[in-house]
């Protein structure tokens, strides 16, 4: 079949070397010495001018993590990562912190453009106009810093805090106090603990009792420094009746070397709470040859604690080396929901480890999962779940659907759920199914005019679009256009 | 032979039927009529024995039998057989396995030896035949890939195999062609006797064509409003549920 | 997760060990087969049994199910194989050859008469003699260790060679039927070879069955090597006691245009697992696994296979139903493996259980592992209650709540007992399932 081998050849060259987001901004950096000891996590502490419990809550996972290793069981392989040879802070160099929007290096500034982030208030205002959309607030991270938090004022009046996690700290002790680890505890796993140790920023947001947060909030994450870990840490807390959508969108230049990313975000949804968590994830993936790219190691976990909670997960990943993130649900209060809906690209050498965890524990509780993965090229692509119903979670529910397409014979995809029913009142659906594009669908779209290419973009959007319905309007359309870039040899 | 008072049950603490009255007796075929949510489908349920509905007043007696008393399948061997407005699917279980099975359970309950199987197949096949069910139907999985209408023969065919005395055809009108529509009514019609009530909730003044009631009630909110001759059908047919608060 | 530290050795896997060696050394063996024991044996005592950690033995504790091993069983006496031929499976129309404890009952077995085209002799036999046929044994061995299989390979020596000659089209079903009888906790190894020549036809009855109240510890392995244009139907029914620990595997390597289903009907045992690896070796065959799996108490089953596509343009369907009462803890992993020239495969796997008891439990893993992007593959997995409006409709219809629930789950399992193609076979094996379903759960 010379057409599908044809389509086969222009995918496998696709845009990895064309990364549309590889540029390096020239800023001066303020960084920590290369390797990590006790040293290295005071020198974190003291950056950021940290309370004493706090330097004891990062010393304590340091000491843990020590004693931990490094988990194999995900479907990827690496060459082994040289802890020592990271740098773990990097900031801007900042006279003092940006008090404002004109404090910021102007070269940070115009790499947001690139971006497409209005960091500036007017700018997003005009957006809004042209768009007709609702507005974002963004808390964007710079490698390890918040540089800028816009709406703060407008987001204030509604009592939503929404700021860096090292602000939270200084500001808000009590509630980092009581929620900081609590969904994702100090020595969960292996890259969690380290994050614990060594997180340098993030986002905080508290939406009070009662509040429906007046804008999505959104956070752009970027890696820039050569060798530096990014470990941000984001905790997110919906108050009894309160309501946020929050957006996080990554992206990081081109190099060779592969950078480490390792995050933590604890979601806490208390009774009748809901949270709505968006990623478009396109970090560097490597180049075509498999070089460089970044390593995505991710703890994401909401907690329904309160009685009818929700949270919900949607993500769109198409970019980094490895990426290894289960974004998770625990259902704990009586009639919560969790979702989790995901769309994961995966080509040139991209390997995809990725899924999530329903742990059904209250009354009633449903979860629900759409998972789509597309590989493609020499990739890799795993979806790994799991779904239990604990002995006293009578009435659970779920239903699961993932579907895995594969384009060329290099690729990989691959399925594993666990499913876990411990009471009869449980009800649990799965279903998966793994196919390629059929000739016949294909040939449709080439006969009513349509290219190769934008065949396969639009058979790949008609497959991930249950999924792409779940982002906000912001996102969905820049998703759209990632799946293309990642796909379509012509589009980048 | 039916004898429903003051009737009230509630399905997840909404109350559905709010006082509701009505006598059959043996012989006769009333319609109810109503618009939809009126409760029309919750009085089924309710007298078959459904789980979900609470009754929470009233009584509802068979040949002063309490109803309301008895478990589901206790009422079937009482008398009382519901046509269901969606008949379910159950794979793997064949459709003569299934009508053997009920025939006899009902038999045993009342004390009545079970019935022989060349006796069986000759009752069947002869009730199957008048109704255009094949024999591959009922080899095949009860209701397991039957047409709206095959379904709706399917519970006909039940009906006269199991000679219930109290027969609720709950929206049997419901996704027929008027083809479908007549043979239904046919085999309905085929069971009237002295010997037996009807009970036929529609929705439709169109069954009625067919299948002609002694008695037409309108039922709103949870209550009989209005009764009356089988002309009442007609009125509503030209005058719509408008007057009872509903546009259908 | 791996581990590469050493965990404890438990007595249990002391006692194997020993019981390896002394086999070793009392009953050596030469050539490939010797090797190949002297090999399993090895893997044992690096590897012994697996814990929890391995990702195969996830959800079925083998090193608590063998914290004792039992001591090996001994020779049968007249007494036990008269008892066990009294006591074991009918399977009326079928040729049977018994297995007393473990061991060959040579009264009792018909190897001299069995229809044109098989041939059968007991393993020990065919060590001694050196039948070519032993040239098969073990030369599809799962990917990775299997501690139930090294065990079996290292303990190699009661069991029974089967070869169907080339194009014999065998009418008379095979009966294996393994009865224990003793009222000692034993232990039982036993190897079943399958050779099945090109273009043949057979069908092979495997039963496994014990007395009730007994730890005994049976072990038992079957390899099917299936030529090209052949067609195997096998039945296994594993009804050991309700003490036992029942540790099966199941090797099938298929040829060209192979047709090869597959059923088995597991009740018994306190812990039963069947591990089944499936690999089509040539293009254009058929597989179709099923299994109905009816467990109560606080039994545990695990169902674990996985089918290989390593060549183009196969067919594979798995169907396996649980039902659980009581406290019982079903399992099920499957894994469909699809390599990277094996194109225009098609694959199908499904998993249903039925939860009856509050507290039954049921851990479901299908798995796809694909490399190939022309295929069509796809799995499903439920579980849950029986549906409350199917029996409100039985309920409805007069049919009491006891019989009810019955005629649901008879149904729910016949979807895959209904694939058993010799009807005798299909009607036998309902027959042992609404006996064992009884009344009310």
Known sequence: ?492 | MLDIRNLHASIDDREILKGLDLTLNAGEVHAIMGPNGSGKSTLSYVLAGKDDYEVTAGTATLDGADLLAMAPDARAAAGLFLAFQYPIEIPGVANMTFLRTALNAQRKARGEAEISTPDFLRLVKAKASDLGISQEMLRRGVNVGFSGGEKKRNEILQMSVLEPKLCILDETDSGLDIDALKIVAQGVNALRSPHRAMLVITHYQRLLDHIVPDVVHVMHQGRIVRSGGKELALELEASGYAAYGDAA | MSIDFRNPRTAGEEALAKAVEARLAAEPISGRVGELRRAAAAAFAEHGLPTRRVEEWKYTDLRAAVREAAPLAGAVTASAEAEAGLRAIAFPGAERVLFVNGAYGRGASPLGKLPAGVSAVPLAAALASGSPLLERIGALAPQRYDAALALNTAMLREGLVIHVAAGAKVETPIHIAHVFTADAPLATFTRTLVVVEEGAQVAIIESHQGPAGVAYQANAASEFYIGDGAHVDLVRVQAEGDGALHLGTLVVDMGREVAFHAFQLATGAATARLSLHGRFSGAGSHAGIRGVNLLTGRQHGDVTMVMDHAVPHCESRELFKTVLKDESHGVFQGKIIVRPDAQKTDGRMMSQALLLGEFAQMDNKPELEIFADDVQCGHGATAGALDDDLLFYLLARGIPPAEAQALLVQAFVGEAVEYVEQEDLREALMAQIVARLGGAP
């Not at chain 1, 230049?253 to 990623?279: C, F, G, M």
């Open chain 1, 1 to 492: 079949m010379p057409a599908v081998q044809e389509t086969v050849e222009r995918v496998r060259a696709i845009d990895v070397d064309q990364y549309k987001y590889g540029f390096t901004t020239d800023i001066e950096s303020d960084m920590a010495p290369k390797g990590l000891d006790e040293d290295t996590v005071r020198f974190i502490s003291a950056k950021k001018n940290e309370p004493e419990w706090m330097l004891e809550w990062r010393l304590d996972a340091f000491r843990r993590w020590l004693t931990m290793r490094e988990p194999t069981w995900a479907r990827v392989s690496y060459p082994k990562i040289d802890f020592q040879d990271l740098y773990y802070y990097a900031a801007p160099k900042a006279k003092a912190g940006p008090k404002s929007i004109d404090d910021i290096d102007p070269e940070i500034l115009k790499t947001y453009e690139k971006l497409g982030i209005p960091l500036r208030e007017r700018d997003a205002l005009l957006g809004i106009e042209s768009s007709g959309g609702s507005r974002v607030a963004v808390d964007a991270v710079f490698d390890s810093v918040s540089v800028a938090t816009t709406f703060k004022a407008e987001l204030a009046k509604a009592g939503v805090i929404f700021c860096a996690i090292s602000e939270a700290i200084r500001e808000h002790p009590e509630l980092v106090k009581q929620y900081l680890g609590s969904v994702v505890p100090v020595s969960d796993n292996f890259y969690a603990t380290l994050n614990s140790a060594v997180f340098s920023d993030g986002s905080f947001v508290y939406i009070p009792k009662g509040v429906r947060c007046p804008m999505e909030l959104s956070t752009y994450f970027r890696i820039n420094e050569r060798n530096t870990g990014q470990f941000e840490r984001t905790l997110i807390i919906a108050e009894e009746g309160a309501y946020v959508s929050y957006l996080e969108g990554c992206t990081a230049p081109q190099r060779d070397e592969n950078q480490l990313h390792a995050a933590v975000v604890e979601l806490v949804a208390l009774k009748d709470a809901e949270i709505k968590y968006s990623t478009v994830q396109n970090w560097y993936p490597g180049d075509a040859q498999g070089k460089g790219g970044i390593y995505n190691f991710v703890t994401k976990r909401g907690d329904c604690r309160g009685d009818n909670s929700k949270i919900s997960w949607t993500q769109v990943e198409t970019g980094s080396a490895i990426t290894w993130k289960y974004p998770s649900c625990i259902l704990r209060g009586d009639n919560s929901q969790g979702e989790f809906y995901s769309i994961a690209i995966s080509n040139g050498h991209q390997q995809v480890d990725s899924g999530t965890k329903m742990i059904h524990l209250g009354k009633n509780t449903s979860s629900r999962i759409i998972s789509k993965g597309i590989a493609a090229g020499h990739s890799e692509n795993t979806y790994r779940g799991l779904v239990s119903a604990h002995r006293r979670a009578t009435n659970a529910r779920n239903f699961t659907n993932c579907d895995s397409l594969l384009i060329g014979d290099t690729c990989g995809a691959h399925t594993v759920p666990y499913i876990e029913a411990n009471n009869s009142s449980a009800k649990f659906e799965h279903e998966a199914t793994t196919s390629k594009i059929s000739d016949d669908q294909k040939f449709y779209c080439l006969q009513r005019g349509l290219s190769e290419e934008e065949a396969v973009a639009l058979i790949v959007n008609g497959f991930v679009k249950d999924v792409l319905q779940q982002l906000p309007m912001e996102f969905a359309v820049e998703a759209q256009k990632l799946i293309a870039v990642s796909l379509e040899g012509s589009v980048g």
